[in-house]
């Protein structure tokens, strides 16, 4: 009659001990009458063993153990906050890239003190830390919308069609465009939308806000942000509305040498660099209200104008480099995050004037600064009495303020 098996498992803890102190031949007959006695399979009963071993093992060395310090304490966490609130609340490993650039310039225009011990642990902290440390107030600051896309018949013959893994260029200069519509929920009447654009090689995000959808106001809006984009225009890429599947666009992209193709009816994913830019730039700036006024669109444009540099000066992203099927486990690898700024100075396709022009601006850019004319025009949307506005301009809108930013970005 064999053993039960509260019995193989009394056998099992009395030789564990003694089996992991043992050598490889000991080990060997000590496994040969652990099988005899409780009939258990060789392997099976090597691994039962080990387990054991390696639970007494634990259990003594837990109670030797002195309890280990915390290097990143509470002191860290004041900080950490107010630098991540400045970052837009960006993920850790985003943050972590950006973070010792990020200190530095916050302390060189006096916007944060800390002792050199906590920057010192600051400047090597790692992306899992600020997760970690980060996740409660993640929790605490914890809207789905219908397409208002209608048909563009005309010319769809003669733009061709083109998905979103056919746009891996190796230059910036061709950009995913749409329009994000402020509806407020109620498609009914005219109401302000915003042209977005997003350069797939960079990141290099515009957007500008219109009357409605109208041609003449998108076509005008286009023309505005290639006027001020840091590369040549080389390509547009479109859903299939009718805002710019029409002869003015298309003839102006034949005029001007700008490839000009539209992505698949119904598919979302053609224009993923764009759609994403949807929600992280504009709909996280200005939400879902309904605006159709003249001081609304005046206001979406002022935050815009300081968006731009905020997003493409200070927010890094991170880009799929190579993705791996096997079986039905996918495996994304992706490069290190950097800021569409950063992009494009190691791109070497931006000529020596404008490379010094935009490091000439990126050194007079306060994040902290452009962060509260941000929220203070968000304030001004969300609210439009008259002494709101009153004090804002006071702010945000007088010429001293918008000079020594705008200046070089509009030269």
């Excluded at 009939?39 to 390696?54: E, I, N, S, T």
Aim: hydrophobic residues 35%; positive net charge; proline residues 5%.
């Amino acid at each position: 009659m064999g053993l039960t098996m509260r019995e193989r498992k009394a056998v099992t803890r009395q030789v564990a001990g003694r089996y992991g102190r043992a050598k490889k031949k000991e080990k060997g007959r000590m496994l040969d009458e652990f099988c005899e006695v409780t009939g258990y399979d060789r392997c099976y009963a090597a691994r039962a063993l080990r387990a054991k071993g390696k639970r007494v093992d634990k259990e003594r060395k837990s109670r030797d153990r002195k309890a280990r310090g915390r290097e990143y304490g509470p002191e860290l966490l004041e900080p950490l906050k107010k630098v991540w609130a400045i970052a837009d609340g960006i993920c850790g490993k985003r943050l972590a890239a950006i973070l010792p650039e990020l200190i530095a310039r916050l302390e060189k225009f006096g916007e944060l003190r800390i002792a050199p011990e906590v920057k010192v642990l600051l400047m090597k902290i790692s992306a899992s830390t600020i997760d970690r440390m980060l996740a409660p107030e993640r929790r605490r600051m914890q809207l789905k919308r219908r397409s208002g896309t209608k048909p563009g018949s005309l010319l769809k013959s003669a733009i061709p069609v083109r998905t979103f893994a056919q746009w891996d260029e190796d230059a910036p200069g061709f950009m995913e465009m749409d329009l994000v519509g402020h509806d407020g929920g109620d498609a009914k009447g005219e109401f302000i939308q915003t042209l977005n654009m997003v350069d797939v090689y960079s990141g290099w995000t515009e957007t500008r806000a219109v009357k409605n959808k109208a041609q003449r106001w998108v076509f005008e809006a286009l023309q505005e942000i290639r006027s001020v984009l840091p590369f040549p225009l080389l390509g547009v890429d479109s859903d299939n509305g009718a805002e710019f599947i029409n002869e003015p666009l298309a003839r102006y992209c034949r005029q001007e040498g700008i490839t000009f193709t539209r992505s698949r009816p119904y598919r979302k994913n053609d224009s993923c660099h764009v759609e994403q830019k949807n929600w992280t730039v504009v709909r996280r700036a200005v939400g879902y209200q309904r605006f159709e006024t003249e001081g609304q669109l005046d206001t979406l444009n002022r935050i815009y104008g300081l968006l731009r540099l905020y997003t493409n000066f200070f927010q890094p992203s991170m880009k799929l480099v190579e993705k791996t099927r096997d079986g039905s486990k996918v495996t994304k690898r992706y490069d290190k995050p950097q800021t569409p700024y950063q992009r494009l100075l190691a791109s070497g396709s931006l000529g020596p004037k404008e490379e010094e022009r935009l490091s000439s601006l990126y050194h007079i850019l306060n994040p902290a600064l452009l962060q509260r004319r941000i929220s203070s025009l968000q304030d001004r949307l969300k609210n439009p009495d008259a002494k709101q506005h009153k004090s804002i301009e006071k702010e945000v809108a007088t010429p001293a303020d918008f000079e020594c930013i705008f200046a070089e970005a509009t030269a």
